[in-house]
């Protein structure tokens, strides 16, 4: 019953089989490996984008940052929402990687930027002026940090007024595969073709030991990246071992496969939960994460049996309250959830 997050989960027996196949013999080093040819040739084709520069990470902040460097200037701001990962969850990494870029925070209800959030964020910059901070980028997370899902239409829209306002568009898709099968779009039409310019492309999350993708659709920045990619120490020299795990991870469509997986666990699970006396979800759950109210006396007893999963917002307590005081909690599944997992859980959060 382990519901604290999705890092948590094991590494996917087929992208372990993948690695052991990899440790034989000699590789070339720091991405020449021929596994990383075939990883590239797999992205640009899900991508549908034959230019598009692709390199591997082992960290989603790394991905994210080195990313952001590329599009914005340290005189610049980063448009994100006010509890993007990279706000809240990264110790200041996108301002050392930016040399100073700033974060400008945008609202809005479930971890969702709109249009009208987004142009008022903007609307407080004073452009134009040597005195302000100029327009850099705007970071977009699919999945969102509350478990919603941007729309394609709702991309699409965003990513035009950062590019009307001068500005590139970062994808942060720590969660790329649960919010694609989520959508049933095209990795196409959730990026490029609604205006995103780099994508950070989790795997961490979904059944790797620790490797992501930064998919750039404007070739003319992969020179910067990897300068900053090696500045930065994130170039791996033993790269085949990430290579492996991604080449695994695309292959018969494993990457979509754990998704609808872990996003058909988050489905029942806010299903049950809903249904329980004292039991409502407090956003949408569109992936593979729940935030949920269900009583204090269901918080204890899943607790005390061992179930792990964080009280949400982290100040938030079932200690103390009445037992049948509804309190919240965020519930992420991952791959390897199984719907044993979900009624044994199930079962004591109705206590
Ligand atoms: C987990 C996560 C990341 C990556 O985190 P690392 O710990 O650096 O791998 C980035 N963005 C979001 C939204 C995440 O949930």
């Not at 996917?12 to 991405?31: D, T």
């Not at 790329?176 to 492309?201: I, P, Y």
């Not at 992501?212 to 020179?223: N, R, T």
């Not at 007893?301 to 917002?313: S, T, V």
Request: net charge negative.
């Amino acid at each position: 019953m382990f519901f604290a997050s999705d890092n948590a989960c094991p590494v996917h027996p087929k992208v372990m089989q993948a690695l052991n196949a990899a440790n034989s013999g000699y590789a070339p080093s720091y991405g020449n490996d021929e596994i990383m040819d075939r990883v590239r040739a797999q992205i640009r084709d899900i991508f549908e984008a034959p230019e598009a520069a692709v390199y591997l990470v082992a960290t989603g902040t790394a991905a994210n940052v080195l990313s952001l460097a590329c599009l914005a200037q340290p005189w610049s701001a980063i448009y994100s929402h006010q509890i993007a990962h990279i706000e809240m969850d990264e110790a200041g990494a996108p301002e050392f990687y930016t040399h100073g870029a700033k974060l400008k925070l945008v609202a809005g209800a479930d971890a969702k930027m709109t249009p009208a959030t987004l142009r008022a964020a903007l609307g407080t910059t004073d452009h134009g002026t040597v005195h302000s901070i100029q327009n850099g980028a705007l970071s977009i997370t699919n999945v969102t940090e509350l478990g919603t899902v941007y729309s394609v239409a709702e991309i699409t829209a965003l990513a035009a007024i950062a590019k009307e306002a001068g500005m590139g568009v970062h994808l942060d898709g720590a969660r790329f595969a649960n919010a694609l099968v989520a959508l049933g779009c095209s990795a196409a039409e959730m990026t490029w073709k609604a205006g995103v310019d780099v994508v950070s492309f989790g795997g961490t999350k979904n059944g790797l030991m620790g490797v992501e993708a930064v998919v750039i659709f404007d070739p003319k920045l992969a020179w910067e990246f990897e300068l900053r990619r090696k500045r930065g120490a994130h170039l791996f020299s033993k790269h085949r071992y990430l290579s492996a795990q991604m080449e695994a991870y695309l292959s018969d469509g494993l990457w979509l496969e754990l998704a609808r997986h872990s996003n058909g666990m988050a489905a029942v699970l806010a299903e049950a939960i809903s249904a329980l006396p004292g039991g409502s979800l407090a956003h949408p759950v569109q992936a593979n994460m729940v935030f949920a109210n269900w009583p204090a006396s269901g918080h204890l007893a899943a607790r005390a049996a061992g179930a792990q999963f964080y009280p949400w917002p982290h100040t938030e307590s079932p200690e103390g309250k009445a037992p049948d005081t509804p309190v919240c909690a965020r519930l992420v599944t991952s791959w390897s959830t199984t719907m044993a997992d979900l009624d044994a859980f199930l079962e004591l959060a109705a206590h």
